[in-house]
């Protein structure tokens, strides 16, 4: 039987019960309807979602399977506290280098992280032993790669990137030290270059106009001196 030929009775009972507003039955004769207890901003929001209650004789249960918002979890591509973002708060932990590291330095190129030198350890109260080790980080497969290792180990090195070649500027051996080492990514291979006038270290390395500036630092004492290497370093 259809609304059209059920009569006068049906058509208002349909009216009255207006769109939505039609209660599904359980098998038991009960009804269930949809519930949410979290706040109404969030229902229906990434991870939120309705529960349903079950109601018979007039008694009606608990709300069941309602997800109400959590705190967001980083890293599971999930908006867990409903706020239509995702994985918005926090850091997240990619993968890590081979080995623990401080006092390294690091440019990046082409789509990876280079890592060079630093150290894990103290030797002293105020020395630390030097790593000659480098590594790189593929920021589209979030893995890392040994590349070939400084010549000489260095902790607290300053490098920036010029063209193809890594820059590793000063730092400390045994003692700090003026010399620079140059890293051909395309040829993971290194090379001497110029040693600065001073002898630096925990500097900063910064590439301007094809040339390599290294600012202040630590040699015979703290520095406010700023080095420039004296030719074009990639010319264009
Ligand atoms: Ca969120
Ligand atoms: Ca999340």
Redesign the pocket.
């Known amino acids: 039987m259809n609304v059209l030929n059920g009569g006068p009775f049906l058509v208002l009972l349909v009216l009255a019960m207006g769109c939505g507003d039609v209660v599904p039955r359980t098998s038991d004769g009960g009804t269930t309807k949809p519930c949410y207890s979290g706040p109404a901003t969030t229902r229906g929001v ?1 991870a939120c979602k309705d529960g349903v209650i079950n109601c018979a004789g007039g008694v009606c249960g608990k709300c069941v399977g309602e997800v109400t918002p959590t705190d ?1 979890l980083c890293g599971d591509d999930k ?5 239509g ?2 994985d ?1 708060l926090g850091w997240r932990e990619m993968a890590p280098m081979s080995m623990v590291r401080g006092y390294h330095c690091g440019v990046y190129h082409g789509g990876k992280v280079y890592i060079f030198g630093g150290t894990s350890n103290k030797t002293s109260k105020t020395d630390y032993k030097s790593h000659a080790t480098a590594e790189a980080y593929d920021m589209a497969t979030n893995t890392w790669s040994p590349i070939a290792p400084l010549l000489q180990a260095r902790v607290g090195a300053s490098c920036a990137v010029l063209g193809d070649k890594v820059y590793v500027a000063g730092g400390r051996y045994s003692d700090n030290t003026p010399s620079l080492q140059i890293y051909d990514i395309k040829k993971n291979a290194w090379s001497v270059g110029k040693p600065m006038n001073k002898l630096r270290s925990y500097s900063v390395a910064v590439p301007y106009q094809n040339k390599l500036y290294v600012v202040a630092g630590v040699g015979k004492g703290y520095l406010k001196s700023v080095a420039v290497h004296p030719q074009a370093l990639h010319p264009r």
């Open positions: 990434g967001e908006d867990n506290d409903c706020d973002k995702v918005e």
